[in-house]
């Protein structure tokens, strides 16, 4: 089974608009960390936003804000007011306890956005 | 300039050459990763460095061979590649190996099997 599903391919916005990207989990340990990435054509990945299991609130950073609904193992994206930059692909990912102090950071298979002017 | 650097950007080599990538970083992490990215599919975990000792290998072939000389630096050697090993290669740092620790990375290498 798919540790991290992403399930939209592809995604179209149009700028200033707002846009959700979906991300579920799967995972039986209590202590793990959700992340999303960016990655432009240029391959960098970019960090964007951290999420920890035991966190009460959604963590925001600027334009992006994390939906976290731990009993549904969702971690979805929200990008506020988008911006031609914003075109990327996005990859949800998760960390979890691997063996004994080690954890592992699985992603999924990501959502390309297009950000139309 | 994210603080994890990696060269070359681009290379491509035959199936009968060495070839070696780097990556070095100036975050003061402690814990290195190497990932294998190809079209289409996930992000693979290959290996993982913890205080320059090796903590991890997810079952990479012994045609990629790592070296992790000191905290700041991390090699991955490449002998009698296949074409299907072309791919994009990251390296990712990190403070330390537990679940609250993101990963930095680097642009990547490129890498063409011909």
């Known amino acids: 089974a798919q540790k991290i599903t992403q399930t939209q391919p592809g995604m179209f916005v149009q700028e200033k608009e707002a846009v959700t990207l979906d991300c579920t989990y799967d995972t039986s340990d209590p202590s793990y960390g959700l992340f999303w990435y960016k990655q432009p054509s240029s391959g960098e990945m970019i960090f964007l936003i951290y999420q920890g299991s035991y966190d009460q609130q959604n963590a925001t950073e600027g334009r992006y804000s994390l939906n976290f609904q731990k009993a549904r193992k969702s971690a979805n994206l929200v990008i506020s007011a988008s911006q031609l930059g914003d075109s990327a692909m996005y990859f949800c990912?998760?960390?979890?306890?691997?063996?004994?102090?080690?954890?592992?950071?699985?992603f999924g298979k990501g959502t390309l956005l297009t950000v139309n002017p | 300039e994210t603080g994890v650097t990696q060269t070359p950007r681009h290379l491509v080599m035959g199936m009968t050459n060495k070839k070696s990538l780097k990556c070095e970083q100036h975050l003061g992490h402690n814990a290195m990763y190497w990932y294998k990215q190809s079209a289409k599919k996930p992000l693979e975990l290959m290996f993982v460095y913890s205080l320059e000792e090796r903590v991890e290998n997810n079952s990479v072939p012994s045609r990629f061979s790592p070296e992790c000389p000191n905290s700041s630096h991390l090699f991955l050697h490449l002998h009698t590649l296949q074409p299907e090993d072309s791919a994009l290669y990251l390296c990712?740092?990190?403070?330390?190996?537990?679940?609250?620790?993101?990963?930095?990375f680097g642009s990547g290498t490129r890498l063409t099997v011909v």
């Open positions: 990912a998760m960390r979890e306890r691997r063996g004994g102090s080690n954890y592992k950071l699985t």
């Open positions: 990712a740092s990190s403070q330390g190996v537990g679940p609250d620790y993101g990963y930095t």
